[in-house]
Structure formats: C-alpha cells, structure tokens
C-alpha cells in the first residue's frame, strides 16, 4: 500500500489507516500477484524485489468493485445532513468505479445508534465493520470501552456495558472519555461526533441575538486541508474571514482565553510549588482527560489545577467583560466554539462551569462540522481576504497558539512561571518590581515538544529545580500514573500529540499530517511578537479587571471536578 | 532424538488437517524460529498445540484415534515438545471427544508438559481454524489472524508454535518407533450402509476406500470428499482420484437430494458460522443465500459472488466456503442439465 502509494499509484482503502495496524478486513485493496492462487490485499502484503502486482486486472476489478458494493449495502446513506459528505470515501469510490449501490438491499436499517454523553456517537446503521473505532479506543488510547459484539452479520461495534447482562456487569468497567479518536479514524462517519450545526445554523438567523463565534488555536493550521490546501497551511485570518461570511457578528480567538489559562495555572504551580500543595500538578485544559482523572482516578483530582480550560475562559470574559464593555445583557449573546475536539462538547455542557447561573457556551462545533457548514453555504475558503479576530478578545501570545501541541501548555506554563519565579511574584497581574529589566527567562522549552509518547526534563526556574513530563496522548498514561511521585509537574494531552490530532480535526488526521500540523504552531510562535502569556496586555486587563469582582473572579477563571461513576 | 526430522521425512508425514502440508518442513520452521528477538534474550519459548477440534461436520477420525489410540498421540507431542524444548503443549479438545474423553487423556497426560484445552461451545467452526485456535487459547476473540506471520514463527503469545492436527502426532509417533505403515484414517458417511472410521492404505482413491469398505453404492450418487461443508464435490465418473483433505468421503444419493435444500444448508451453515472479519465472507455469503433464495437466480451475481469469496477471503475458511457450491454445480448438476 505504502510502495503503491509513494509512487503515484492510486489503490482504494477503507480499514486501512497508516497509524493503526493492518487489519486487511475490507478487502477493497485487492490486488494480483503473478504465480500466487488467490488475490492479496496491499495493506497486507509487503513488497518485495520481483513481485509482479497487478492493481487493475479483471480478477482485481471484480473483486474490489463486489467488495465496495457489499460494504456499501451495510451503509444506510444519510447523505443529506451528513458533514461527510464531501469527502466521503464511499461515494468517492462508488463515483470512480462505476459501482452499482442498489443490487442489495440495506440489511442494516435497524441498527442502534449509542450516544456518549453529547460529544460522540456510534451509528451502527452505517458502520462498516472495519474496526477501526475499536484499535482506535483500544489499542491506541488503551481506554478500552468499545467491544464487538455478536459475530457474522451480526458483529456490532457496543459500549463494553452493553449485554453484559446483571451477572456480568462488574466484568469489565470503562468508561468514554469523549476524545473522539474513534470518529476521527472512521472511513465512513459511523462514529462521529454529535453535531450541532444545525443549531449554530439557526442561531445565526436569529437576528435578535449577538452571536460570537471562538476558535481553537489548532483549527488555523487544519481547516485549510478540508479545502485542498496542504496540511499546516496557517490560515488564520481566513478563519476569521469565513466566520464572519457565515454570518457571527464577533470572532474571537481562543488564543486570548489560552493566555489567562496560563497566567491561572503558572501562578497556581509557583504557588504550589512555594507553599507544598499537591504535587505533581496535572494540567486540565483537555477535557478527556479531566473526564478520565474524574472517572478512572479520582483520587488524583486534587492534582488537577484548578483553572478552567482557554475555551471556557475566553467565553467566561465575553459573557462577563465584554458584555460590560459593549454594554449588552450577556443573555443576549450566543457563543460557539470551533474546536479540534469532541469533548469540548462535553466540557461545555458542565454545570459546574455555569457563570452566575448562565451557561458560557451555547454550542461546540469541530473543525469538521465548521467545514461542512463552509461548503453547504458555498464559500470558497482559499479566496477570502483574511481578516483578523475582533479585539480584545483576539490578542494572544506566541504561548498560546502552541496550546494545539503536545507540550505547548507546560511550555507556556514554564515561561510565565519562571518569569513569577525570577521576579518573585506571586501574581502576574503585580505591578512590574524594579528588577524586572534585567530578567532574562527562557522562550523555548525544546524539552517539551515533539512526537515522543513520553516527554521528561528537569528545567530550572530561578533556582527550583523541577521535574516535568508530558504525556503525549492517553493511551501513554500507565507509566507515568505508576510513577507519580518522580514527578512536579504534568500535562496530559488525552489525543495523540495534542489538539493538532483531535477528535475532531478533519479526515484524514494521520502521523504525518499532525507533524504539519504541529510545525505550523511553532512557526506561529516564533514569529509571535509576544511569546509569554504575561505579555498579552489585554488578557493582563481582563485578569485586573476580575482584581476586586470577588466571586465573579472565582467563577470564571476555576472550576472545581468531582468524582463520576 | 535428533533424527526425528529425519525419520518424519522418511516416512513421508504431511498433516492430516486437511492442507496436507509436510510435517517435517512445519516442524523444522517451528525449531529454527527464533521468536521476537526483542522479547528476550534467553531461552526462545514455544509451544506445541493438538488439534482435535475436528469442527468440520461428516469428520470423525480424530476422535477415533483418541478414543483407540491416545497413548500414540499424547507419545507425539510429548517428541514434538522434546524436540522443540518446548514449554507447553496443548490438546485442544471439542466439548464432546472432552466429556468422553477425559479421564483417559488426563491418566495419560499425568505430569508432563502437556494441558487439554477445552474448545468453548460457542466457538464454533472457526475455532477449529489454526491461527484462531491461537487466539481461543490467549482468550481474544474466536477469529483467524492475519499471515503473515505464520504460528511457526509468531504463535501463542507472539512465540513460534507448532499446530498440528490429532493424527498427524498419532503418524509422528509410528515414525518415530519405525512402525509408520502408510495409512490413514478415512470417514466414510452419508447415504451409505456402512458409515464410520477406517484406517486404510493412505494413497487410494476415492473409489477403492468406497469399494473396499463396502460402501461404493448402486444408485445415482455424488460424492463430496473433504468434508460435509468445505469438501469438493464428485460426479461418480471423477472417483480416481486421491482422497484429499482431511479424509472424509460423504456420499449423497441423487434420489434423495435436491440441489437447492444442499445449497442451502451450506450457505446457512456459512452465515451463521462466518466470524465477520472480512466483507467477502461476511457479506459475501450472506448476499449469497439471498440472491440464491430469490425466485428468479440472478446467476451472474452468484457466481461473481463465490469467485470472489474464493479469490479475496481473509482466511482459508472463506476460500473453502465457495469450493462445494463451485463443484456442485459443475460436477454434478451442469452435467446433468
């Protein structure tokens, strides 16, 4: 498959996914090898020095051409309000090979469709059977929830709890935690996340409301792939652009709401860190894994840092700050979130993140279902000028945008933090002291960054020597879970290497495209004018803003987590 | 010891599973394996495991030779585990030859290396399969692996194993004493007077096992060699031929059988006990019955259908499934009409 592809030529594939293992069930890559009796799949096969591979003979025709309409026959087409639509595999290979899609009759019609909370979704009546979802859940992210049950025709993709039956339910106990990697590895869309752009789409033709549309630091250097630009394209301001073309009054960047969440979390670690609270603190601005701390082991909730995450943040401040400063009832504003990310749904909809009895965020969308609602309304992305996100909730610092890697918030954290410890403040909202000029903290924490499952440094920030590991997707958390107390500080990114792979980034998110994806962030960084958080004047004035608002200040920049069953 | 391989290879053993494979080949790739090199660096485990699953229906020789024979089979592992210094080796039992054979085995086994594995009810005819016997035994789900690798070299637990059928340990025990007589054992069943288990010379046809067991009938009959669901099926003019597979001859009087109710039974047998790895198979088969029940056959689709279920399947179970129907119709019912 990988020869085949690397030299231009073009084999079709559904369960085949480069970062999973081979699984050679779908059988639509079938190809001829001279001498051999039966047909081989390329995914399966490796190449080797005087193969003679046929990938269009008549046997290969017959074969795949049969393969893809029996797996089309499992499918129940929702093609209308389906955000897969435009770049869905079936109906790209139905259209290439002259495929008829109507000799069988649907035999999946009745099939369950299993919620997980609302963020992610199972539609068995389109599952194909691939498996992907369960190498995703299982062996990628080790978190175990999805099983198959039942065999032949009648295989399901279930929860784990699902038919276990009275006798059987403490058997095995798991829980999902929202990340979406089944979603994001589907070739088909039967796991998805649970959409709410036809909610956004109504809001936006409620003209009664205001509505303000945040996104995600990682989206800028992914949603270009949705429309044939190269991944890690940086197209922020074509972002900004095609919000407004849909129609939000206001586009705020999430960036803004990532450099308070490092300002909160730099001046609580420095605070633990002098006074002995728990250590090692976790970071908690990915929600899967506040969902994991809360369900698997909530003993550690102590450890999690009491900041809220930048998206709850920045919505925090326009429901309270910018609704001041505009001078509406902040009932009358309508906030959606663009994330990376299905559990972002999730964290959404917590009531203990509620401001003075209002829900901060109306709805999440993924970069996927903001594509979808991009080209249902005809915009052609690439042409539009860029524009830049609306003030001051669109200042950010160089450490925000990282935020989409893994490693990016101890990064961040570290320059803030060392900055507080040099200048010995507890607060970066202190007024500046005399020394400060003469400061020299770090940027760049190399440490921290890349691909690595695991990341461990020791750095030194005025003198404290601190032990930090970053945990680059859940599936990698055993060790480190097994080693606490090695440890001061900790990020956990529940998707493998950040939010640049998430849940919800387009399809395909691969390896490969990730570390594009990831390039671009840094990039952004160093060419940022301001690359620490406690340099972003604006979110400095929202933060003494709060100064004296008491209550209000508790509510919108922590939040508090509790044990769930 | 040593020249076990040697004696195999003199008597000329290939496996009685069915593939006919040649033993001496499968256990020097098994001796020569060296396992995960990354796993450890001592000692290379592996492993022996018996097959007397014997899953396919009108197959019975594997528990007669366990019922008359067991000293013989469980005397072949144990050379199969010296030979390999192997760690264990497991008898995997169906249920049935289990509750009737227990207690004999379990005498004969008393404190060696060798455990019976109980194949699980539901586990049915792809439990019988090698590489998910495998993943029956480490208590994944009952379906065949991807090969490469192959269990010679990445088996239980990712260590080279060693998988033979219940007879070909029984043949390994006669080479290794020098009493090895070119036999095997054959099944003889179906709309015959004397049905059962003969052990006869291991190079006849088809004609002369019906023949010398006095079973070669008088009516217009077929015969499916190999097995009642996998096996390829004869016209009474095709009987010279050896008999292939796992041995088993199952006689079919035209009078009796309706072409349409044994096509049936094979699809619906397949789509009950396709594990539904792979879409051929899977739906493949399922498409099968269905175009095949309807009233008016589309015949291009159903024979498109079983090439590919030949052609494209994951495993050598859903290659097997289209050679019955295949041959059916051109042995058998082409010739006729």
């Keep these: 498959m990988q020869v085949a592809h690397d030299n231009g030529i073009f084999l079709p594939s559904l369960c085949y996914h480069p970062d999973l293992s081979v699984k050679a069930n779908c059988r639509v890559c079938v ?48 093609c209308p309000t389906c955000i897969w639509r435009f770049n869905c595999k079936l109906l790209e290979y139905a259209e290439k090979y002259k495929i008829e899609i109507s000799r069988f009759r649907d035999r999946k019609s009745k099939r369950k469709t299993y919620k997980f909370a609302n963020a992610v979704e199972i539609d068995g009546s389109q599952c194909i059977d691939c498996r992907n979802c369960l190498d995703a859940c299982n062996s990628l992210q080790k978190i175990n929830y999805l099983k198959l049950k039942g065999k032949g025709i009648n295989q399901e993709v279930v929860p784990v709890s699902e038919g276990n039956g009275l006798l059987n339910r403490s058997a095995k106990k798991a829980d999902c935690i929202y990340c979406g990697q089944c ?44 429309f044939g630009l190269p991944p890690g394209k940086i197209i922020s301001g074509q972002v900004v652009a095609t919000l407004k073309q849909l129609g939000f009054n206001y586009v705020f960047d999430v960036n803004f709401g990532a ?12 605070k633990r860190v002098k006074q002995g609270g728990s250590l090692p603190m976790f970071t908690s601005c990915c929600p899967a894994w506040v969902k994991y701390i809360e369900y698997y082991r909530p003993d550690l909730i102590p450890n999690l840092t009491a900041a809220r995450s930048p998206q709850m943040h920045s919505a925090g401040l326009i429901k309270t700050y910018w609704a001041e400063k ?32 209002r829900w901060l965020i109306d709805y999440v969308i993924t970069t996927r279902e903001l594509a979808w609602l991009i080209k249902k309304n005809k915009i052609d992305l690439a042409k539009l000028k860029p524009a830049l996100a609306d003030n001051p909730l669109g200042e950010f610092s160089g450490a925000a945008v990282i935020y989409g890697a893994s490693g990016g918030v101890m990064e961040s954290a570290l320059r803030t933090a060392e900055y507080l410890l040099k200048t010995a403040q507890d607060s970066v909202c202190a007024k500046a002291k005399s020394n400060l000029k003469i400061c020299h903290s770090r940027i760049d924490f190399k440490q921290v960054r890349g691909l690595a499952g695991v990341k461990e440094a020791e750095v030194d920030l005025a003198g404290k020597k601190l032990k930090i590991a970053v945990v680059n997707g859940i599936g990698e958390i055993q060790p480190i879970l097994e080693n606490l107390k090695k440890y001061d500080y900790i990020e956990v990114m529940a998707c493998p290497d950040g939010c640049v792979g998430g849940g919800g980034q387009p399809i395909p998110t691969t390896k490969e495209i990730i570390k594009k994806r990831l390039e671009a962030l840094y990039k952004i960084d160093a060419g940022a004018r301001v ?14 803003w709060l100064k004296d608002k008491g209550k209000l200040r508790e509510q919108v920049l922590y939040t508090k987590y509790r044990r769930r069953k | 010891m040593g020249d076990i391989i040697s004696k195999i290879k003199k008597a000329g053993l290939v ?72 760690e264990k080796g497991y008898i995997y039992l169906n249920h049935a030859y289990y509750k009737k054979l227990n207690k004999k085995l379990t005498s004969l086994i008393k404190d060696s290396k060798i455990e019976i594995f109980i194949k699980p009810i539901n ?115 095709q009987l010279k031929r050896p008999v292939a597979g796992a041995g088993a001859i199952t006689v079919y009087s035209q009078a009796k059988n309706d072409f349409k109710k044994i096509v049936k039974n094979w699809l619906d047998f397949y789509v009950s006990e396709s594990c539904g790895q792979c879409a051929p198979c899977r739906e493949g088969i399922y498409r099968l019955r269905d175009v095949f029940m309807k009233e008016k056959i589309d015949w291009r689709l159903f024979n498109d259908l079983l090439d590919n279920l030949s052609d494209a399947s994951f495993c050598a179970l859903g290659t097997a499934a289209a050679v019955p129907i295949k041959s059916l119709i051109k042995n058998v019912y082409h010739e006729k009409n």
């Excluded at chain 1, 690359?531 to 003494?544: D, G, I, P, Y």
């Excluded at chain 2, 001496?24 to 396992?35: C, E, L, Q, S």
């Excluded at chain 2, 033979?164 to 003889?188: H, P, Q, W």
């Design chain 2, 15 to 86: 496996g009685r599973g069915g593939a006919g494979f040649f033993v001496a080949k499968k256990w020097d790739a098994v001796k020569r394996a060296t396992g995960d090199p990354s796993a450890s660096l001592g000692q290379v485990r592996k492993f022996v495991v018996a097959n007397a699953a014997e899953g396919e229906p009108g197959v019975m020789k594997d528990g007669c030779i366990l019922e008359h024979y067991a000293d013989r089979v469980i005397d072949g592992i144990k050379i199969a585990i010296d030979f390999l210094s192997a």
């Design chain 1, 183 to 226: 979603a994001v590895h589907c070739p088909v869309g039967a796991a998805q996340e649970q959409v709410q752009w036809q909610l956004v789409e109504r809001a936006l033709h409620d003209k009664s409301k205001i509505i303000v549309a945040q996104f995600a630091p990682s989206i800028r250097v992914s949603l270009g792939e949705e």
């Design chain 1, 531 to 544: 690359r620490r958080a406690h340099e972003n004047k604006e979110a400095l004035s929202a933060l003494r």
């Design chain 1, 31 to 78: 190809v001829e090898i001279a001498g051999r009796r039966n047909l081989a799949t390329a995914c399966s096969t490796k190449a080797e020095a005087g193969l003679e591979i046929s990938t269009d003979s008549q046997r290969v025709k017959r074969a795949r051409n049969l393969n893809l309409e029996l797996i089309f026959a499992e499918h129940i087409e929702k």
């Design chain 1, 326 to 357: 505009i001078k509406i009832d902040a009932k009358n504003i309508v906030v959606v979130s663009v994330m990376p990310c299905t559990a972002k749904k999730f964290e959404a909809s917590r009531a203990e993140l509620k401001v003075q009895g």
């Design chain 1, 259 to 270: 450099d308070i969440t490092t300002m909160v979390e730099a001046e609580e670690l420095v």
């Design chain 2, 123 to 237: 586990s049915g005819y792809i439990g019988g399969e090698e590489s998910a016997i495998l993943n029956v035994i480490e208590g994944k789900r009952i379906e065949p692996r991807l090969k490469p690798p192959f269990p010679t070299t990445s088996g239980l637990w990712g260590c080279p194993t060693l998988i033979n059928n219940a007879e070909t340990f029984y043949n390994v025990s006669l080479a290794a004493a020098g009493r090895f007589k070119n036999t095997r054992f054959y099944t003889i069943s179906g709309d015959c007077p004397n049905e059962g288990v003969f052990e006869l010379s291991d190079n006849l046809t088809v004609e002369k096992v019906l023949k010398q067991t006095k079973n070669f009938p008088k009516f217009p009959f077929f015969v499916q060699v190999g097995g009642n669901v996998s096996g390829e099926v004869f016209n009474a003019k």
